[in-house]
């Protein structure tokens, strides 16, 4: 008996199938990446976001011009011991001070005092720091760079708000004078009497720091931890166990024991201060003027005087904990 025969056995085998497969998977790509892009060219992407952070605010004495007032007096009577170590504590998480070291997220700041205005080897600064740059940098420039970078040089990347305070001014322009082979010489001295910001003016003793109780309801915990990220994170660890740096680790800060952390030693300014645990208001205190609720303390921070901007700090510093207290 005759079988019919295996049409399916019978039928050639295509050898370029996996090939054809392939080629038009690759083909398929090709396609999506050029769509992709020609639509990147017409539709213009939105920019970035700068980091979430708002200076703080203070009434300040300007000249007719707009200018602050010289330091001359301040720095001739500068601490240089002082401005350094704020400049430890503040700034050398970003830029290096040392003779021929390396640019971080800022430039190396050696020889700074009477150079080119943002032009530092191997820095490339942004175009709204270059939009200003003229000269050399003066006193009364980086007087005035220090104050508020974002007023002297609108839009820059650097997001710090400033130091307000003239004398801890005075004392970091005076340190980083002292960062050259040849230092520039000391500004004249100025007037017996200079106008002062509302940061140096004299304070009654006992001043206390505005409630924050109506802004926690809206405190973000997000720009809080940018801020500390940004602003405190150079001196103080916040992850559980974490190592004591320039400043304690701050987990479970909130509802600890004042000014004692296991490990790290206080000064006796701030030792004298302890009393009790930190609640809200205590922190909102320390962290309004660190220096006048704790005269001779070893922080150099000048503290935060936007409210908002306090508020969702505190409320950031007591989420980092195991047992967070009730915020009023």
Known sequence: MMTQPDNKADKPRDVLFFNKLAGGVLFAGLVLWIAYHVAGAIVSRPESKKPILAP???????????ALPPLNNFINKADLTAGHAFFQQQCSACHSANRGGAAGVGPNLYG??????????GYEFSTAAKRV??????????NEWLFDPQKFAPGTRMSYPGIKNNQQRANVIAYLR???????????????????????????????????SALYANAD?????????????????????????VGPNLYGVVGASMFAHEGYDFSDAAKKQAHGRWTPQKL??????????????????????????????????????ATPVKLP
């Open 56 to 66: 703080a605010t203070a009434e300040v004495t300007t000249t007719a011009s707009g």
């Open 112 to 121: 700074v005092m009477g150079s080119p205005m943002f032009s530092r080897a």
């Open 133 to 142: 740059a003229s000269g050399d940098w003066t006193y009364q420039k980086m």
């Open 178 to 212: 002292t960062l050259s082979a040849h230092p520039i010489p000391l500004p004249k001295p100025g007037p017996a009497t200079e106008p002062r910001t509302a940061s140096t003016l004299p304070t009654k003793e006992g001043v206390k720091a505005p409630s924050l």
């Open 221 to 245: 915990l997000h720009k809080g931890q940018n801020f500390f990220e940004q602003q405190c994170s150079a001196c103080h660890t916040i992850a559980k166990g974490g190592a004591n740096g």
């Open 284 to 321: 909102n205190e320390w962290l309004y003027a660190p220096t006048k609720y704790v005269p001779g303390t070893r922080m150099g921070y000048s503290g935060i005087k936007n409210n908002q901007i306090r508020a969702d700090v505190i409320a950031y510093l007591n989420a980092q904990s």
